[in-house]
């Protein structure tokens, strides 16, 4: 398994931390890495949710799609992570017409890692983490996090502030 090495967390990320590395499944089947793909073009949000399909993480995700011009305004890349498969992300994609990449976390490896697992329903906790990228300093480290409840939607503009 591409994500053996990441370890379990109780918390949330704390800004500061340098971000686990990962490799998970894009809605299109292709393997991506957030050193190797995600952190080179700029700032990474990375946006947990619990489930494609579900009434507030449909909203969360749409309006992401609605400002991803914002989000790239500022050199950043939007990618949401849950535990649904390849193929679920795929059809919510499709149906939506979302422009960001959903990350299939299905052994919920990642948000563990970042501290974003909802044991009771076993799937994402709703957070969402941006981390610096680029090349200088502080490259791969998390710059903000923010996790609230499973029904409570993100505010873009707050992200957007954080992105430097």
Known sequence: MANEH??????PIAVGEMAPDFTLTD???KEVSLFRDLLPKGD?????????????CTTEMKCFT???AKFEGKGATV??????????????????GLKQTLLADMHRAV???YGFYFAPLN????????????????AGRVAWVNSRELKDAINNEDI???IS
């Open 111 to 113: 948000c563990r890692a």
């Open 66 to 68: 609605s400002d991803i």
């Open 160 to 162: 957007l502030a954080a």
């Open 79 to 96: 990618v949401g992570i849950s535990a649904d498969s390849f193929f679920c992300h795929k059809a919510w994609a499709d149906s939506l």
């Open 123 to 138: 799937v994402s906790a709703r957070g969402t983490v941006v981390i610096k990228g680029g090349a200088g300093p502080g």
């Open 27 to 29: 809605q299109d089947r």
């Open 44 to 56: 990474v949000v990375l946006s947990f949710y619990p489930m494609d399909f579900s009434p507030v």
């Open 6 to 11: 990441l370890t379990p967390r109780d918390k």
